[in-house]
């Protein structure tokens, strides 16, 4: 039983550039939520969603980032224009259909560095 | 909005001795869970706590919910160097989105 799969596990991107990262939830899976972490600080939750909808988009910066989970395949999100700002580990973690009190498995992150 | 502070932000103690990190929220929660995230790793779930009061116990590590299930602690017995990581509480309020605490980074000197 695969777990949450990201890729790329590194990511580098010169200043203005699109990155894109991907996450495969957990199979069984159809909740998906993003964080940020910098480095030495703790995760900063980002955006929650279910498949083809978003549910709280509250921590997203309202320019330049979107998220998307599609019926089929992985949940991208999308940062456009990176800034050297945008640095950062993200992660990425799903839970079970309509458990709320179900654990996040997390995937093992992408790291994304702007050049 | 919702906030978890989690004291201290770091710890170093030597092997053997004991570990406590505290979690406070600014709202009441439903339930929180604890995550602990090895140096270049990623966040791994250890717990649950769901009612007010809760104590659970995995082997050397005790966790607790406090009665206003506004704050948590984790307490570590007689420290080895595979305890080493950082130690996340995390919390919901009824939504489905779950908010880290800051996180208190240990450190175990052999």
């Known amino acids: 039983n695969a777990g949450v799969m990201q890729n790329p596990r590194h990511l580098v991107r010169r200043r203005g550039q699109e990155a894109r990262l991907r996450c495969s939830p957990m199979?069984?899976?159809?909740?998906v939520y993003w964080y940020r972490q910098l480095p030495e600080e703790g995760l900063k939750f980002m955006v929650y969603?279910?498949?083809?909808?978003?549910?709280?988009e509250s921590g997203m910066p309202k320019e330049r980032f979107s998220a998307e989970f599609p019926k089929e395949g992985p949940s991208i999100l999308r940062i456009q224009q990176v800034v050297r700002g945008d640095s950062a580990a993200y992660f990425c973690a799903s839970s079970p259909l309509g458990d709320r009190a179900s654990p996040l498995h997390f995937g093992n992150g992408t790291r994304l560095t702007v050049t | 909005g919702q906030q978890v502070m989690q004291i201290p932000q770091y710890q170093h103690v030597q092997e053997g001795e004991d570990f406590t990190t505290y979690c406070n929220s600014s709202?009441?929660?439903?339930?929180i869970q604890w995550y602990k995230q090895r140096p270049g790793g990623h966040p791994v779930f250890l717990i649950q706590?769901?009612?007010?009061?809760e104590v659970k116990k995995q082997k050397r590590l005790t966790f607790q919910f406090g009665e206003a299930k506004k704050n948590s602690s984790l307490h570590i017995t007689a420290t080895q160097t595979t305890d080493v990581g950082t130690y996340f509480c995390a919390g919901r309020t009824g939504a489905n989105n779950l908010f880290f605490g800051t996180g208190t980074r240990l450190t175990v000197i052999p």
């Open positions: 709202t009441t929660l439903s339930n």
């Open positions: 969603l279910q498949k083809e909808n978003i549910i709280d």
């Open positions: 199979k069984g899976h159809s909740h």
């Open positions: 706590l769901v009612k007010s009061g």
